[in-house]
């Protein structure tokens, strides 16, 4: 019988430890993704002050003489960006990288699918807490911009807020939304899918 006790109190450290080592490895990953986003966003700020020498001369965006043109991004640190998302009622000012991976949503929220200049832009970013992870608390009519690398800004409005299924690639990708931001619900069992609506 004490034998018994013995092993099951060792399994329950062991049990336990392991459970303490993985909750501390997830924090430091959050932690690490929330440091390498404010550094990316200082040194990209570097980089637009040193090349925005031009003042008063009225420029007409590329965007709107193709708006199927590939949007135009900016390397920092060796990855792609093709600019910044901001969410002011989640307190989120994101750079926002050119494609995904698994590895990159682990440095910043990625583009999925589209191009902000058509009208039909999917980001995606890991749940952690300075990424998506307060994405469901959005509610409709609050704002999101997006800044693309040459400084054009766009604006939207929050239409609606979805749990859709990991599977449901084509309602992600093809809804009518301008705009559309989602991640995993813990345990990765649905996505939480924020529609907006660009209202400039």
């Not at 019988?1 to 336990?16: A, E, H, Q």
């Not at 020498?53 to 640190?77: A, F, I, Q, R």
């Not at 970013?125 to 959005?138: D, I, M, Q, S, V």
Request: with cysteine; glycine share 6%; proline share 4%.
């Amino acid at each position: 019988m004490i034998k018994r006790i013995n092993f099951f109190t060792v399994f329950g450290i062991i049990f336990l430890l392991g459970a303490l080592t993985l909750s501390g490895y997830n924090f430091y990953d959050e932690y690490r993704a929330a440091q390498s986003v404010q550094n990316i966003l200082e040194d990209a700020a570097e980089q637009t002050d040193e090349e925005n020498n031009v003042v008063g001369e009225l420029v007409v965006s590329d965007y709107l003489l193709d708006p199927e043109m590939d949007m135009p991004v900016k390397t920092v640190d060796g990855q792609k960006y093709v600019g910044v998302l901001k969410i002011p009622a989640l307190s989120l000012t994101l750079p926002v990288l050119n494609d995904w991976s698994y590895g990159k949503f682990k440095i910043a929220p990625c583009k999925y699918y589209g191009s902000v200049y058509q009208d039909n832009m999917v980001i995606a970013a890991h749940n952690y807490r300075r990424h998506f992870g307060k994405l469901k608390t959005l509610k409709p009519g609050n704002s999101v911009s997006f800044t693309d690398i040459d400084g054009n800004e766009f604006e939207y409005e929050v239409t609606e807020v979805q749990i859709l299924k990991p599977r449901d690639v084509e309602d992600m990708t093809q809804s009518e939304a301008d705009l559309t931001l989602f991640t995993c619900t813990v345990g990765g069992r649905t996505r939480v899918t924020v529609r907006c609506e660009r209202i400039k």
